[in-house]
Nanobody, 128 residues
Framework: QWQLVESGGGLVQPGGSLRLSCAAS????????IGWFRQAPGKEREGVSC????????YYESSVKGRFTISRDNAKNTLYLQMNSLEPEDTAVYYC?????????????????????WGPGTQVTVSS
């Protein structure tokens, strides 16, 4: 049983938008940070954006800065990723992950692909 479940992926044309959601189960209530990661075919998984639970500090990978926005609804235990101005290079399977224990910054979580729970992923394809 997945403790995190992503949704909202699909096929979109370049320049289009998608909003991803990640619903966390009731098992995951207390954690340090949550984030979005992606893995394109033939490439390693990379951190896209991460956000701390308590104070909402965010980190964005440089290629998505200004185009993607991460947000969370703690009451609903749900994470979102609004993706605008999508490019073919954004094509990947997108995963959300939760990190239970605190690290120095959310950037560390994203940069080192840290997570105790992972979702099964949702495919995002940007193509004309």
């Amino acid at each position: 049983q997945w403790q995190l479940v992503e949704s909202g992926g699909g096929l979109v044309q370049p320049g289009g938008s998608l909003r991803l959601s990640c619903a966390a189960s009731e098992v995951i209530l207390d954690y340090y940070a949550i984030g979005w990661f992606r893995q394109a075919p033939g490439k390693e998984r990379e951190g896209v954006s991460c956000i701390s639970k308590s104070d909402g500090i965010t980190y964005y990978e440089s290629s998505v800065k200004g185009r993607f926005t991460i947000s969370r609804d703690n009451a609903k235990n749900t994470l979102y990723l609004q993706m605008n101005s999508l490019e073919p290079e954004d094509t990947a399977v997108y995963y959300c992950a939760v990190l239970l224990r605190r690290v120095s910054t959310v950037q560390v979580m994203c940069k080192l692909n840290l997570g105790n729970y992972w979702g099964p992923g949702t495919q995002v394809t940007v193509s004309s």
